[in-house]
């Protein structure tokens, strides 16, 4: 079966780290640019992190910077969003999203373009920050 599967999510005070998995079966995921996605309730999907086929450029949307890390490990076909000095306001579900490492298509995933189809999405795990 073709998918990607998130987990690591949870309940974390503030200040504290979790690191999400994204794990892919049935694909590669050395051909694919990964991205990581959050949505609060009553808000819009916002871009995280992404990270390019090889794993040598990635991105962070500018509240998450310094602070969570994004890596690729193609030998185990998982990526992995280690994720420190937890706030509350990053309590929502976190996704991962693969979509096929074409030129077009990483540009637009470096974009956090909305219009971009991506060939896999996760179910998502949930993160909650609070004391």
């Known amino acids: 079966q073709l998918q990607l599967v998130e987990s690591g999510g949870g309940l974390v005070q503030p200040g504290g780290s979790l690191r999400l998995s994204c794990t892919a079966s049935?694909?590669?995921?050395?051909?694919?640019?990964i991205g990581w996605f959050r949505q609060a309730p009553g808000k819009e999907r916002e871009g995280v992190s992404c990270?390019?086929?090889?794993?040598?450029?990635?991105k962070y949307v500018e509240s998450v910077k310094g602070r969570f890390t994004i890596s690729k490990d193609n030998a185990n076909n998982t990526v992995y969003l280690q994720m420190t000095d937890l706030k509350p306001e990053d309590t929502a579900v976190y996704y991962c999203a693969a979509v096929r490492g074409t030129w077009s298509a990483l540009g637009r995933l470096f974009r956090f373009d909305p219009s971009l189809a991506y060939d896999y999405w996760g179910q998502g795990t949930q993160v909650t920050v609070s004391s």
């Open positions: 049935g694909f590669t995921l050395e051909d694919y640019g």
């Open positions: 990270i390019s086929t090889t794993g040598s450029t990635y």
